[in-house]
């Protein structure tokens, strides 16, 4: 079963014209890392615009029984968010507890001014070593 996704939530990658006022299209999901205990979260978000910030408001980390690990809030730092630019895309590396399978709700997002959106997107489930 596949989670990720590209323009909206669906089991197969899929382009749309235009995924909300200020995103134009947004794809993220979750991969096993090379070291113990990494998973990387992909991701791209393009906005319809030069967007004041865009990028992942923010990633949420479950068990694959769906109980609660930990939390990132996406950040000009962290490299989650971009100011000043149409686009945003990366490979986020985070450490958890090794040998489980996790999945992620990736909250992307773009902001154009005034005007503001977000769609969450929930990752496959991935093995940690």
């Not at 990633?59 to 950040?75: A, K, L, R």
Request: negative net charge.
């Amino acid at each position: 079963m596949l989670f990720a996704t590209y323009g909206y939530a669906s089991a197969v990658n899929v382009t749309s014209s235009r995924a909300s006022l200020t995103l134009s299209r947004y794809f993220a999901e979750a991969l096993t890392g090379s070291g113990r205990g990494e998973i990387i979260i992909s991701y791209d978000v393009k906005s319809s615009k030069i967007a004041t910030s865009v990028g992942v408001e923010s990633i949420v980390f479950y068990t694959e029984d769906g109980d609660y690990v930990t939390s990132v809030s996406g950040s000009t730092r962290n490299g989650l968010v971009k100011t000043n630019n149409d686009n945003n895309a990366g490979d986020f590396k985070y450490d958890l507890p090794s040998g489980e399978y996790y999945y992620a709700e990736v909250t992307v997002f773009a902001r154009v001014g005034s005007d503001y959106d977000s769609r969450t997107v929930t990752t496959s489930t991935v093995w940690v070593r």
